[in-house]
């Protein structure tokens, strides 16, 4: 920070309508912080911006003063990217602005948004697009990795429902991408992360999407084999493009280990009841939430499990079957589990998500099958070597089940670039490609960071 004075600060302090943050002020501290509490970074300047304008004077403040830069939208991410130690954090977490367009079944909003916000205006006109399975996460970070959440089966991720973007890229210019301008730009925003800029609006595309029939349904821990044998038989026998399931081991309130399904169906009710029905008569649950309700609910229904500053370590791949392995390797990591907040889950993938090409986006991910992930979460940092040592060998007792692609949104701190090549595979040069084109110096590099060609 020496090359950063006071003179300098005061300067963009005289144009900027948010608020800049050093580290001896009041607020530093919560405003520096993310969702995940293994993150401790201080960045030397936190702009807390109002705006676009704001957001563009940030990016060339920083870029000037040779500073890091790291963007900041829901700072959800596991990886803790949004914070940096000594730049300047770019914190979106005051741009609320959400305008929802009912005619035309559109809603733009600004990038620190969150997916509770966003349900929040959208449900008022009984609309929502596909978004995260927790309502805490910002809109920005997971859109732009790809997005997997309860309506992707029907309408696709959450950035296949994106239909422009504002971007202030490296240069400070302010950009709009669509597939009608810039729109090889457009096409890297699309899973590419925050690799291309600062991202300051989203434009979305909404559905009619009202009641739906949503819950988890419980097993005991004993009958986990079943459970999982189960799950595999029903997402491998042709799903609805109504209904998505996660098959997960998670525990209890109580702490005792349970085998589950979460589901979300986004038909009629008529239709739900028919589609659930088997999943509701299988085995013996210890219990069943299913049952009708908002989508907006069904954003939240899991969210207390996730509390922001619990420590947090994951890791996750691809899969493109459950075999016998992959459901005996799950059910013996999972009885050494040594939190009672972490689980094992199966994110099962079909329908919409799974009909766009390859290339059609940077995403490539689009057959059928689960993304596997390892949630590790607990609260006392006492424990972490043995938490992060449990993610890591559940992960690697996995191994032989995977397949080559790897989430980008789910990444950890220390997964290296070759992750990075895993989750774009065959769009990864034309993304470094692009990346030479719009951030030559790498000015966006604290994400997961693809390097110009
Ligand atoms: C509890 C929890 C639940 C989750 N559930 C899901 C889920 O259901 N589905 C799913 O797909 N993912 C899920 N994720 C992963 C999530 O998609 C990523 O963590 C995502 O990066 C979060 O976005 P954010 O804006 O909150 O994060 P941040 O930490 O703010 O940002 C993440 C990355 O995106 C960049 N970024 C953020 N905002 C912008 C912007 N406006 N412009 C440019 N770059 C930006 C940041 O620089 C950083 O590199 C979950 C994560 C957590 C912790």
């Not at 530093?28 to 969702?35: I, M, P």
């Not at 992959?326 to 907040?341: D, R, T, V």
């Not at 607990?378 to 424990?383: E, G, Q, S, T, V």
Request: hydrophobic share 40%; glycine share 12%; net charge negative.
């Amino acid at each position: 920070m020496t090359a950063l004075d006071r003179a300098s600060i005061a300067d963009l302090s005289a144009r900027f309508s948010g608020v800049l943050l050093r580290p001896d002020e009041s607020g530093y501290d919560d405003v520096r912080r993310v969702h995940n509490g293994m993150i401790d970074r201080r960045p030397a300047l936190i702009a807390r911006c109002l705006g676009t304008a704001d957001m563009a004077d940030a990016v060339n403040f920083a870029r000037t003063h040779g500073l890091e830069l790291a963007v900041r939208g829901g700072g959800h991410n596991v990886a803790g990217r949004a914070v940096c130690d000594g730049g300047l954090m770019l914190d979106l977490s005051l741009m609320k602005g959400i305008h929802v367009d009912p005619v035309r079944r559109t809603a733009r909003a600004q990038g620190g948004v969150t997916w509770r916000e966003f349900n929040r205006e959208t449900q008022t006109h009984g609309l929502a697009t596909t978004g995260g399975v927790i309502s805490t996460t910002g809109i920005a970070g997971l859109t732009l990795g790809g997005g997997l959440g309860w309506l992707m089966a029907k309408y696709g991720l959450a950035m296949d429902n994106l239909l422009s973007a504002e971007i202030v890229t490296a240069s400070g210019d302010i950009v709009r991408a669509s597939n009608d301008e810039n729109d090889d730009l457009f096409w890297a925003l699309q899973g590419g992360g925050g690799n291309f800029g600062a991202v300051s609006w989203l434009e979305y595309r909404l559905h009619p999407v009202g009641t739906v029939t949503s819950g988890l349904i419980a097993h005991p821990f004993a009958q986990a084999r079943d459970v999982l044998g189960f799950f595999r038989e029903i997402t491998s026998s042709g799903l609805p493009d109504d209904l998505a399931i996660f098959g997960a081991l998670l525990h209890a309130p109580d702490g005792a280990p349970i085998a589950v399904m979460i589901a979300c169906h986004c038909g009629p009710i008529g239709e739900a009841e028919t589609a659930l029905q088997r999943i509701k008569k299988f085995g013996t649950p210890i219990m069943d939430t299913i049952g009708p309700t908002t989508y907006e609910a069904t954003n939240m229904m899991l969210d207390a499990g996730f509390p922001r500053g619990a420590l947090n370590y994951w890791k996750s791949n691809f899969m493109m079957e459950l075999s016998d392995q992959a459901i005996h390797a799950l059910i013996s990591q999972f009885a050494k589990c040594p939190s009672p907040m972490s689980g094992l889950l199966l994110e099962h993938i079909h329908g919409a998500a799974t009909r766009v090409g390859v290339s059609e986006t940077s995403f490539p991910h689009r057959r059928d099958g689960y993304n596997f992930l390892v949630v590790s979460e607990w609260l006392n940092p006492a424990d972490n070597a043995r938490n992060i040592a449990w993610a890591r060998e559940s992960y690697d007792v996995m191994r032989p089940c995977f397949a080559a692609g790897r989430y980008v949104n789910y990444l950890g701190d220390d997964d290296g670039e070759d992750a990075v090549a895993a989750a774009y595979g065959p769009n990864y040069q034309r993304l470094r490609v692009l990346k030479a084109k719009y951030d030559p110096t790498n000015l966006f590099h604290l994400n997961q960071n693809i390097r110009p060609a």
